[in-house]
C-alpha cells in the first residue's frame, strides 16, 4: 500500500472540525477504559490520540503507518505488521482501514489480532441519514436517542481514499461483523457515536 494523502491534510483548519474532536473523546474513552500497559496505534494522523496518551498516561504508546513524512515510531504496512505476538496491550485505528481495499480488511483484522494480547479497538465510518434528539432538563438525567437510516443505499465510489463505507451498498454492519468474526475476533460492543455520527466504533476482543 502507498500512501493516499500528503501530511498537509493534516492541516488543523481542514482536519479537524467539531465532530472529529467528539471521535477522539470516544477513542480516548475506549483505550482507557481498559487499563492498557501498551497500546499500538494503526495510522499517525494528526498525533491527538498519542499526543494525550504520551503525556496524560502511563501508557507505552506506539504508532505505525506506511507513511514516512508522518513520521511514525515504525515505518509499516496493517497487513504484515512489523511485531511479535502478542506484543501490546491494545491495538487500534481510528478511521484507517476503509483506505484498504475490502479484501484486505480481514487481513488487517487478523495481524492486529496477532500483536495484540487480549483487545482491538477499531472505527469505521458510517454512511447514511442521521437523525438524533438530546434533551437536558434541571435534575433529569440527559436524554439521548439517535438512528442511523440507510433506505437506498448507494454504490460507493472510491475517490483516492476510502476504498468502502459502512451504509453502501454490500458493506453493512452485518458483514462488517461478520469479517470480524471471520478474523477470530468478538464484537463485545459495537455503536455510533452520537456526537460524531459518521463513525462507527467496535470493541473487540480475542
Known amino acids: ?61 506506539t504508532c505505525v503507518d506506511i507513511a514516512e513524512d508522518l513520521l511514525p515510531d515504525v515505518v509499516g504496512d496493517v497487513t504484515a505488521l512489523p511485531f511479535q505476538d502478542n506484543k501490546f496491550s491494545l491495538v487500534c485505528a481510528f478511521e484507517v482501514l476503509e483506505h484498504l481495499p475490502f479484501d484486505k480488511f480481514g487481513v488487517a483484522l487478523g495481524e492486529m489480532k496477532r500483536v495484540a494480547r487480549k483487545n482491538v479497538i477499531i472505527s469505521l465510518p458510517h454512511w447514511g441519514r442521521h437523525f438524533s434528539v438530546s434533551v437536558r432538563l434541571p435534575f433529569f438525567k440527559k436524554i439521548r436517542w439517535q438512528r442511523k437510516f440507510n433506505f437506498w443505499p448507494i454504490e460507493h465510489i472510491f475517490k483516492g481514499e476510502h476504498y468502502w463505507e459502512i451504509g453502501k451498498k454490500n ?7 461478520m469479517e470480524i468474526e471471520k478474523a477470530g475476533l468478538k464484537v463485545v460492543n459495537d455503536y455510533i457515536a452520537f456526537n460524531s455520527p459518521y463513525h462507527h466504533f467496535f470493541i473487540l476482543e480475542k
Open 171 to 177: 458493506y453493512s454492519v452485518g458483514r462488517i461483523k
Open 1 to 61: 500500500m502507498n500512501p493516499q494523502v500528503e501530511k498537509k491534510h493534516y492541516d488543523f483548519q481542514k482536519y479537524c472540525e467539531e465532530e472529529r474532536f467528539a471521535s477522539y473523546w470516544h477513542q480516548l474513552k475506549e483505550i482507557l477504559a481498559f487499563s492498557p500497559a501498551a497500546v499500538l496505534e494503526i495510522g499517525v494522523g494528526d498525533r491527538v490520540i498519542g499526543s494525550y496518551l504520551k503525556n496524560n498516561s502511563g501508557v507505552e504508546y
